[in-house]
């Protein structure tokens, strides 16, 4: 097994045991897939037919609205993505999936990872762990948009994505704060002591 297959089997056994046996399907069921920047993962309109593990490389999750993006989540490194929205259902996606730089993916089809939660030891938990996990979080991000102020989303954003301030451009991370480009160089030259 590789050694980036490693990373992989590690995520998981973050939810569940894998025994010797689970990872050799699981070294089967997942296949190498990797994008350029600007590349998509998923399209508005497309269904949504794998789950991704990202190795290395960010994808950022946004919608269009009237012609703007709207960024509202991230996969950095060693984070699993997907619009579940649309993979659970197989119906048309309304969201977007891109990469930001280039990303090295192990993926999984549809097909394939209703085989693994079957097969695996501890398939049908691992599946249901993930998506508790994925609608607390959920629920967490909706409640801190209508909740925070701009400045408690950009901490909320530096929180959850420590290492991402230096990698994503400045008007993704304005469109996940929800606001302008020129009001989080105002946040931001504040912090730093700067008069705007």
Same mark, same amino acid.
């Given at each position: 097994?590789?050694?980036?297959?490693?990373?992989?089997?590690?995520?998981?056994?973050?939810? =569940?045991?894998?025994?010797?046996?689970?990872?050799?399907?699981?070294?089967?069921? @997942?296949?190498?897939?990797? !994008?350029?920047?600007?590349?998509?993962? $998923?399209?508005?309109?497309?269904?949504?037919?794998?789950?991704?593990?990202?190795?290395?490389?960010? !994808? %950022?999750?946004? =919608?269009?609205?009237?012609?703007?993006?709207?960024?509202?989540?991230?996969?950095?490194?060693?984070?699993?993505?997907?619009?579940?929205?649309? @993979?659970?259902?197989?119906?048309?996606?309304?969201?977007?999936?891109?990469?930001?730089?280039?990303?090295?993916?192990?993926?999984?089809?549809?097909?394939?990872?209703?085989? $693994?939660?079957?097969?695996?030891?501890?398939?049908?938990?691992?599946?249901?762990? =993930?998506?508790?996990?994925? @609608? =607390?979080?959920?629920?967490?991000?909706?409640?801190?948009?209508?909740?925070?102020?701009?400045?408690?989303?950009?901490?909320?954003?530096?929180?959850?994505?420590?290492?991402?301030?230096?990698?994503?451009?400045?008007?993704?991370?304005?469109?996940?704060?929800?606001?302008?480009?020129?009001?989080?160089? %105002?946040?931001?030259?504040?912090?730093?002591?700067?008069?705007?």
């Amino acid at each position: 097994m590789t050694a980036d297959k490693t990373l992989l089997m590690d995520a998981i056994r973050q939810f =569940v045991p894998v025994a010797d046996t689970d990872e050799v399907l699981i070294d089967q069921l @997942f296949e190498s897939y990797d !994008l350029e920047p600007g590349d998509f993962f $998923l399209q508005a309109g497309e269904v949504c037919r794998y789950v991704g593990f990202v190795k290395t490389g960010l !994808l %950022r999750y946004y =919608v269009l609205d009237d012609g703007e993006e709207h960024t509202y989540d991230f996969s950095p490194d060693q984070t699993f993505a997907c619009n579940y929205e649309s @993979f659970l259902p197989q119906t048309p996606s309304t969201r977007y999936i891109q990469a930001i730089e280039p990303t090295a993916l192990w993926r999984i089809s549809y097909d394939n990872l209703q085989q $693994l939660y079957k097969t695996l030891q501890h398939g049908q938990q691992f599946g249901r762990l =993930v998506a508790e996990q994925l @609608f =607390v979080i959920t629920l967490q991000k909706l409640t801190s948009f209508y909740s925070e102020t701009a400045d408690e989303r950009y901490d909320s954003f530096l929180r959850l994505f420590p290492e991402l301030a230096e990698r994503v451009p400045q008007y993704v991370v304005a469109s996940y704060v929800g606001i302008k480009p020129q009001s989080l160089s %105002r946040i931001r030259a504040q912090r730093a002591g700067k008069h705007y």
